[in-house]
């Protein structure tokens, strides 16, 4: 057998659920295993249709706004430009929070490190995020990391469609959904879904973690899977690669493809 | 929906249930596979009219759910670059498949050298080692010709050879003597 074979050998061992008698799920019938799908579905668009904050969006910023995960930093900046709506560090502010299935209003303290990142982020539209930067991350290495969803998103002109955010702490949290021109030329009906979590040291008052959980869904997803399957040196070597640093290119690459996709036998 | 499409829902349930729920737990773990596989069937149903004949059923189904599961890698993935450069949180994100692995090292030690494989070459390992599918039934599943199954098949294996040989020992013996063989999917 060559190490080749072996190795595959091996693998197949691995198999971490090996098919056997009895093996694999084994719950409830069809027909109910169906309604509980559909009730998980009802919640899902309960989820989604939940009050958000609806605010026009401001030229100065309107890059900023570009990226999905820049929605928690419009969230921030919409409040902290308008000095009548921002409170003292030390005084509750109110919030939204959604809860599986229903909305309530709650009033939270917010901390003094927080007031202060948010003043500094609503400095965040000038191209390049200094402001976003200059915040005291733990590691300097991180707001890069973020600023990239940013400058995708201006390349391809995203917009921001509803978003909402909680305020913890120390921990500030928004949701969003937002789409950019890959989504419209893909599906104007999908859109990303994103959730951004800064969590702030309480007594250094560091950014100790950026927490970007990006999603997509429908037909975007299948095009990102799509990309993933055709064009992997995009990912694994090429400019979609984060650490290759090229947003913009990366836009561009993916926009290019969105047409050999929908030419591309569906599943 | 009507009556036929219930029908077809419950009988890919009841076919293929098992084989689903299985993918979705090689990939995530038990701990997600169960709300996987209702992403996975929740889109069966809501597409249920582009269901094929019962031959290629599995295989379609095979694709929602990798659809599904990359999503929530892509997800995972996104967030574990961005974590891995805060050096004060320090969590090393949760390997399920090699926590479910209790076998002996050689075997853990090729399953762990997935994760150093592109995500594309250890899915297509994987579908050929787990799921037991040809380069054929691989085609249609990452949506793919034959021809492209085959060669991505051929480069991921020589892939993880290759990382196999350079993490064994210098003074290992070699695995097996004996007449080479290519498995053929």
């Known amino acids: 057998m060559s190490t080749e074979a072996h190795v595959m050998a091996l693998l197949e061992e691995g198999n971490p659920a090996a098919k056997a008698p009895g093996a694999g799920w084994s719950g409830s019938d069809a027909s109910t295993y169906l309604a509980s799908l559909e009730q998980r579905s009802k919640r899902v668009v309960q989820l989604e249709t939940k009050p958000r904050q609806t605010k026009p969006t401001r030229p100065a910023i309107a890059w900023l706004l570009a990226a999905a995960a820049a929605i928690v930093v419009g969230a921030i900046i919409l409040t902290a430009n308008d000095k009548t709506d921002l409170p003292p560090a030390d005084q509750p502010i109110t919030t939204t929070t959604a809860a599986p299935t229903t909305t309530t209003t709650t009033t939270v303290p917010i901390p003094r490190d927080l007031a202060t990142a948010q003043a500094m982020m609503a400095g965040l539209h000038e191209p390049g995020g200094a402001a976003l930067a200059a915040l005291p991350w733990a590691n300097p290495t991180v707001p890069r990391r973020v600023m990239w969803v940013s400058e995708f998103g201006a390349f391809a002109n995203a917009e921001v469609l509803d978003f909402s955010c909680t305020v913890g702490q120390n921990t500030i949290t928004c949701t969003s959904s937002s789409r950019d021109d890959v989504t419209r030329a893909v599906d104007e009906t999908s859109v990303y879904s994103d959730v951004f979590t800064l969590a702030f040291d309480g007594p250094s008052g560091e950014v100790v973690n950026a927490d970007w959980d990006l999603s997509t869904t429908g037909r975007l997803n299948e095009f990102f899977t799509w990309t993933e399957n055709n064009a992997p040196d995009l990912y694994d070597d090429g400019v979609c690669n984060v650490d290759a640093d090229k947003p913009a290119e990366c836009a561009g690459a993916l926009l290019g493809l969105v047409t050999d996709f929908e030419e591309a036998p569906g599943p | ?185």
């Open chain 2, 1 to 185: 929906m009507t009556n036929r499409s219930e029908t077809q829902f419950e009988d890919l349930y009841s076919r293929y249930r098992s084989d689903v729920w299985l993918y979705c737990r090689r990939r995530l773990g038990a701990d997600r596979a169960d709300d996987a596989m209702g992403d996975v069937f929740l889109t069966a149903w809501r597409r249920i009219e582009e269901a094929p004949e019962s031959a290629d059923a599995l295989r379609w189904l095979y694709r929602i759910a990798y659809l599904t599961v990359s999503n929530h890698w892509r997800t995972l993935g996104r967030r574990h670059r961005l974590k891995t450069r805060v050096e004060s949180i320090g969590v090393t994100p949760p390997n399920p498949i090699a926590d479910q692995v209790v076998v002996r090292e050689e075997v853990r030690a090729v399953v762990d050298l997935l994760s150093r494989l592109s995500a594309s070459d250890a899915e297509i390992l994987k579908l050929a080692a787990w799921e037991h599918l040809s380069s054929t039934q691989i085609a249609s599943v990452l949506d793919i010709s034959p021809d492209a199954a085959k060669q991505r098949l051929s480069r991921a294996r020589r892939r993880l050879t290759a990382l196999y040989e350079k993490a064994r020992p210098v003074d290992a013996s070699p695995p097996m003597l004996g007449k080479e063989v290519r498995g053929e999917h």
